[in-house]
């Protein structure tokens, strides 16, 4: 006979919580059957009473109780700020959110997954991805208007005969020299012919600065009005102008007509300088400043206000080949360094966050590692981050350099996109490379390549249409709260950003495989007065690129530890001390132990 007072060895204890587990889980399902399918849609682990709201709003009963593709959405979560102690709202698939607050001086609030689903705290619905609160993408000539974007499926007057050959799934977004503002009121026929009203006239900015709209105005009403035209799409002005979404949908009957309309959106017509619009009831989000945008950092900026009672947040990224220009773009969307860049492929290895706060909106921009054929076991975990990335977005810009042709990673990429549920639009990066025939050409070349909501021409280092493709990401987030308190500019780890800063500086100047074998990782970061001491190690695979780093009588080094400390005191706004090593560890990137100890 056992003895009831003995103690249970390890294993019978073992035994004996499986047999509580399976007990409680039989409970569950028995429970679950009870309540029947309505509650099994339920977000798992929502609490306090939220609803997950379904990524598209499913859910047989209502909306807000169905479980989407995101899992239980909608969370109360929230993360505290270092700082500001502010709450961010929301939480996704990704666990709960996390309290960084050992930010020091970023203040940042950290959440990851987002508040798009479900209930905010004070009980209102949040409205889940392509949900009701959504206008939807049927919201017809729906003009994106700052510095002259063309509408959504909103058609210019007369674009018919203006454009010619070039009309047909493209309308003009720019009226004669002057960028229509706004909303453009009823959508294109098939044909880009309706008469779009270019509401609101002048828009600011120059009428050459173009963002394509999307054709398609497939039903549904927005603030527009009608637009029940399947191609109408918006040729805004000219040079860099982007192509429509229209054209895409039409391409086999169209197949003349678009070379000459692509064409016709690189041509410039004149930049005219117009003065801001006075119609603040417009779906428009006021100029961008950049320069107050890195007030958010350490200040908070005025809260947002909705305009029209529209707010929309969310999150957008940038996806594309290697080297494709997405982590410029970001920076320069968010208006301040926030992710490393150089001319080498794959630079980027970590997801990074940036927050754009607008008048209107809350642009939450991803980052994202170049997607490529990996070799070695890094790469498999950076394309699976890339592809992690991609189911929770609402909108995916796809980022072509216009200076190379297009290629098979670019369809490949594209490719991918057919089995996704964000809105993907198409961005054409580094155009001040490249003159109008050569644009017209990857214009084109792009536009063949998948159905795209928008195509937008950009330039990150000139700012090109930077602004104008800020317009058109918030207008395909979905209606939301903002996602993060106003102060908020990224939620990336201080050490993980100063890692990276570390990182770039020794990218500089290297070559070959070298590049791909630097890592970096701060150990230490020690506040001393009015200096922080950072410690950090930088890891290479081999001796041979220990030395190579290091250079002649350590001058190598010293240069990288000069370049990075510049980076990093602009980053901190203080001094800095920087402790940096050079060790070895060998073949780090195929080595999963290594991988883990450096982040990936
Ligand atoms: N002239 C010009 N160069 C650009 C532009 N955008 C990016 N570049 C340059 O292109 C190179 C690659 O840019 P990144 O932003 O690092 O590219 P990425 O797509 O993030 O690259 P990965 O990290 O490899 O995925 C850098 O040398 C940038 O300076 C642009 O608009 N114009």
Sequence with gaps: ???????????????????????????????????????????????????????????????????????????????????GGRRAAGMGKRGAATSKSGFGAWGRATTTGSTRSGRDADGRRVAGRDGNARPGAGAAGRGVAEGGSAGRGGARSGSTERSGAAARGVTDGAVEGRTTRGVTEGGAGRGGAGRSGAEGGAGRGSAARGVAGRGSAEGGAGRSGAGAGRSGAGRSGAEGGSAARGGAKERSGDAKRRPAAVEALVESTSS?????????????????????????????????????????????????RPNAGKSTLTNAIIGQKIAITSNKPQTTRHVIRGVLHKENAQLVLVDTPGLHRPKTLLGERLNDLVRETWSETDVIGICFPADEAVGAGDRFISAEMAELKATVIAVVTKVDLVGPAVLAERLLAVSKLYDFADIVPVSAVS??????????????????????????????????????????????????????????????????????????????????????????????????????????????????????????????????????????
């Design 1 to 83: 006979m056992t003895d009831p007072d003995r103690q249970l060895t390890a294993g019978e204890r073992n035994a004996q919580r499986r047999r509580e587990r399976a007990a409680a889980k039989r409970e569950q399902a028995i429970e679950a059957g009870q309540r029947g399918s309505a509650s099994s849609t339920r977000g798992a682990g929502v609490p306090k009473g939220r609803s997950g709201a379904g990524k598209r709003g499913t859910g047989s009963g209502s909306s807000s109780s169905g479980t989407g593709k995101r899992g239980a959405a909608g969370g109360e979560a929230g993360a505290d700020t270092g700082a």
């Design 272 to 320: 005219v300088e117009l003065p801001p619009s006075q119609d603040a009831g417009q779906a428009i989000s006021a100029p961008v400043v950049r320069t107050e945008k890195k007030r958010h950092r350490h200040k908070v900026a005025t809260p947002a206000k909705p305009v029209d009672d529209v707010y929309r947040a969310g999150f957008a990224c940038f996806v594309g």
């Design 463 to 600: 700012g090109h249409q930077v602004d104008n493709l800020v317009d058109v990401l918030v207008s395909h987030l979905p209606e939301s709260p903002a996602l993060y308190p106003d102060d908020v500019l990224t939620e990336e780890p201080e050490q993980v950003l100063i890692g990276e800063l570390i990182r770039e500086a020794a990218l500089e100047g290297v070559r070959d495989e070298l590049p791909h074998s630097i890592a970096v990782l701060v150990d230490e970061m020690i506040v001393e007065g009015n200096t922080t001491k950072i410690y950090a190690n930088l890891y290479v695979e081999r001796d041979s690129q220990k030395s190579i780093v290091i250079g002649t009588k350590g001058a190598r080094l010293k240069d990288v530890g000069t370049r990075a400390r510049a980076e990093i005191e602009a980053l901190l706004g203080r001094k800095i001390y920087l402790d940096l090593h050079i060790r070895v560890a060998k073949e780090w990137q195929r080595d999963p132990k290594l991988l883990r100890r450096l982040g990936f």
